[in-house]
């Protein structure tokens, strides 16, 4: 570790430490006290459907969630004036066993996913013109390289010793297999990553994965009403009130001898929870988990994590033309036409008119208003560009991904860091699930915490 790593470290510990509150049951009354034998942190991929199931199990569980619904990265837009709806975060799931099940359990009809029938249009954001784009779409190459790994798609826990190739920089293990052809296909589909030919290839192997290339073949399912956001509203309602949805956690004590404690707060104010076990599905960083009391092997690998910043918005009135979508395009040949971030990587048409969807990257944290300003102006840029009627769009959702795709360095990974991780499992009544544990695929993170499961009943 580097002094100025060990530095951050100690000052994050010292934070944590500052920060850690002691809860006293007595303070609450018998009405404002449960129990409960698993109680979900966390209301998005990974925690619906851990107390969808663990309930189905017989478990006593309370899902937890600080936003008014679940749903973590799925978002849906309904217009008003015509009832079209608009996915604007995730877009489709993995067609298998386990989701088939889960949504027929729900009730919930699924249809094969299509895509947009849109024209791509490739374009330079920074001066709305077109750029000709001569990259490969064939991922050919790129699978043979996935095949080599068979457990991609069940494990962050790397064998060790780690393939060379795996911690090589993306863009020396392409160079490496005459697959530069396929840079800019996979900066494209690594949706949410920046300066992606930095990063070490096994990460970008865990978003471009063969479940990723199973769903572009044919693989995806989309709810059956265009509206991906139904199988939440379906799992609230069979939640009912173990669902605590706009409840923020105010403290988290986990003693060696006894239960949980967790301290919520909601409109209905102060709640006690205290459970056998907690099972952790929020983005494991020192900020989301500042309130529970994190020991110092839990500060030890949650310190390592870096993460990227995505965000994704919907506009009207952006003046741009029906049935289109424009792709940030680098006009440098030497860089494989990719684009430098932050910045939208794709403006796409939606079914309402005028309406067009922003997928913005960053590689790191930006606020609203930065990303907001960004996504308007690459517009207004293509409207000049294309001599259209100048308009002034107007965001009508916003919605933060960050932190996005939490990861850690060559060396990182290298020493071990996801057996650390791993080995998390199970000590003080805690365990974790979520996109950090497996990837960000709602079908590869179902079958992840569905292996979970019975470890954390029997235990």
């Known amino acids: 570790m580097s002094f100025m790593k060990l530095s951050m470290w100690i000052s994050s510990l010292l934070v944590i430490l500052a920060s850690g509150k002691l809860i006293d049951a007595k303070r609450y009354a018998l009405e404002d006290t449960s129990v409960v034998d698993v109680a979900i942190i966390g209301g998005g991929s990974a925690g619906t459907y851990a107390a969808i199931n663990l309930q189905k199990m017989g478990q006593k569980i309370v899902l937890i969630e600080k936003k008014k619904h679940l749903g973590g990265h799925t978002n849906t837009h309904t217009d008003r004036s015509t009832n079209l709806t608009i996915d604007y975060g995730l877009q489709a799931f993995m067609n298998s066993s386990i989701t088939l099940d889960y949504f027929a359990y ?61 911690l090589l920089p993306l863009g020396d293990f392409l160079a490496k297999y005459n697959l530069t052809s396929s840079s ?107 309130v529970f009391d994190l020991n110092l092997e839990e500060l030890g690998v949650f310190t390592q994590w870096s993460y990227f910043g995505y965000h994704t918005l919907l506009l009207n009135n952006s003046g741009l033309p029906s049935g289109f979508q424009w792709i940030n395009t680098n006009t440098s040949d030497s860089a494989y036409n990719i684009p430098s971030q932050p910045s939208a990587s794709q403006i796409t048409g939606t079914r309402i008119p005028g309406v067009v969807y922003v997928w913005f990257r960053s ?26 009627t100048q308009t002034t769009p107007k965001v009508l959702k916003f919605k933060s991904h960050t932190p996005f795709k939490l990861s850690v360095g060559a060396e990182c990974i290298e020493n071990g860091f996801y057996d650390t991780l791993y080995a998390l499992q199970g000590k003080r009544n805690t365990w974790y699930s979520g996109a950090a544990f497996i990837g960000h695929n709602s079908g590869l993170i179902w079958e992840f915490t569905q292996n979970l499961l019975p470890q954390i009943v029997a235990n």
């Not at 590689?363 to 840029?381: F, H, L, N, Q, T």
């Open 184 to 290: 800019f296909a996979l900066y494209f589909s690594a949706q949410g990553l920046s300066n992606v030919l930095q990063q070490p290839t096994i990460n970008v192997m865990k978003m471009v994965d063969p479940a990723f290339l199973y769903a572009m073949a044919g693989g995806g399912l989309i709810d059956a009403h265009n509206s991906n956001k139904e199988i939440y509203r379906k799992a609230e309602k069979k939640l009912g009130s173990n669902a605590l949805t706009k409840t923020t956690v105010t403290a988290v004590t986990r003693p060696a001898n006894g239960p949980v404690s967790i301290a919520v707060k909601n409109h209905s104010g102060s709640k006690l929870i205290q459970a056998s076990k907690v099972l952790i599905t929020i983005p494991p960083t020192l900020h989301n988990l500042d």
């Open 363 to 388: 590689p790191y944290d930006m606020s609203r208003s930065e990303v907001e300003k960004a996504a308007i102006k690459a517009i207004r840029k293509i409207q000049k560009a294309r001599n259209l």
């Open 106 to 166: 729900l009730d919930v009809p699924l249809i094969n996913y299509r895509g947009p029938n849109l024209t791509f249009q490739t374009v330079d954001f920074t001066t709305g013109r077109p750029v000709k784009l001569n990259a490969s779409q064939d991922f050919s190459g790129w699978a043979a390289q996935l095949a080599k790994y068979p457990w991609l798609d069940s494990t962050w826990k790397v064998p060790q010793p780690v393939d060379p190739d795996l």
